[in-house]
């Protein structure tokens, strides 16, 4: 957003104002890449909510396959994140790289909160929506206040987690929980998500302590993360990809 760049330009240089851009404008082209996939299979979605035969089963599938491609969309990034050196020589680029990790778990509530956002528009609740975008824009100037002072760029990144994630679980609740939609995030699709995020964090400890370069730890992560998705999902997907192609 605009505002978390005059925040940074209050407390920073410009040119760590200039690092963050890139480092959220390579974020957001990454957002973008899972929104024209995300978008392709909304109109299914929408006639199998409306539909009661199978509904269950069908939204499994569009609730897999949409974290699916989103730890791979994610875990990519950081992959080409953390070897910009090998695009660019910028400087200004090459500053981001140690913090590709952390703007990356800032984005994923971001992806999940897609699958809320559609339940909610589906019965036609967008007065939540409207005022979850609010909180959530509330919640972001907040954390750049009290953050960017401290922490600088880093800061800047940390408050929009916060604001993502908050406004992630708002929707979460209202629309499992308030309104007993069908599109549902099960249990265990929270917990792999959690396992995830864990195991970046331990594949991150330990190349760090085995003084890997980040250029490494990118592709180890990267590799960590597709072997852990397809031994989750990887029959799920194999049995659902031709019901996905013939929609």
């Known amino acids: 957003?605009?505002?978390?760049?005059?925040?940074?330009?209050?407390?920073?240089?410009?040119?760590?104002?200039?690092?963050?851009?890139?480092?959220?404008?390579?974020?957001?082209?990454?957002?973008?890449?899972?929104?024209?996939?995300?978008?392709a299979f909304t109109p299914k979605i929408l006639l199998s909510l409306a539909d009661n035969s199978d509904n269950l089963s069908l939204s499994k599938i569009f609730v897999r396959w949409h974290i699916f491609?989103?730890?791979?969309?994610?875990?990519?990034?950081?992959?080409?994140?953390?070897?910009?050196?090998?695009?660019?020589?910028?400087?200004?680029?090459?500053?981001?790289?140690?913090?590709f990790s952390i703007g990356v778990l800032a984005m994923l509530p971001k992806l999940l909160k897609s699958i809320s956002t559609l339940q909610l528009m589906y019965?036609?609740?967008?007065?939540?929506?409207?005022?979850?975008?609010?909180?959530?824009?509330?919640?972001?100037?907040?954390?750049?206040?009290?953050?960017?002072?401290?922490?600088?760029?880093?800061?800047?990144?940390?408050?929009?987690?916060?604001?993502?994630?908050l406004g992630f679980g708002i929707l979460y609740y209202q629309s499992e929980k308030k309104y007993d939609i069908r599109l549902k995030l099960c249990r265990s699709d929270v917990f792999f998500l959690a396992s995830s995020i864990l195991l970046v964090a331990i594949t991150y400890w330990i190349t760090k302590e085995l003084n890997f370069t980040l250029q490494l730890y990118g592709l180890i992560q990267f590799i960590v993360l597709l072997v852990f998705v397809f031994f989750r999902y990887g029959t799920f997907m194999r049995n659902t990809f031709y019901k996905i192609i013939r929609w």
């Open 1 to 39: 957003t605009v505002v978390d760049k005059i925040v940074l330009g209050r407390y920073c240089d410009t040119s760590v104002v200039g690092q963050y851009s890139v480092l959220i404008s390579l974020l957001l082209f990454a957002n973008q890449i899972f929104i024209a996939l995300w978008n």
């Open 69 to 99: 491609l989103g730890v791979i969309i994610l875990s990519g990034t950081v992959l080409v994140g953390s070897n910009l050196n090998l695009i660019t020589s910028n400087e200004k680029y090459l500053a981001t790289i140690h913090l």
């Open 123 to 165: 019965i036609k609740k967008t007065r939540a929506l409207a005022i979850n975008n609010l909180l959530t824009f509330v919640t972001l100037i907040s954390g750049l206040i009290i953050l960017v002072p401290l922490l600088n760029m880093l800061g800047a990144i940390l408050a929009l987690a916060i604001s993502n994630s």
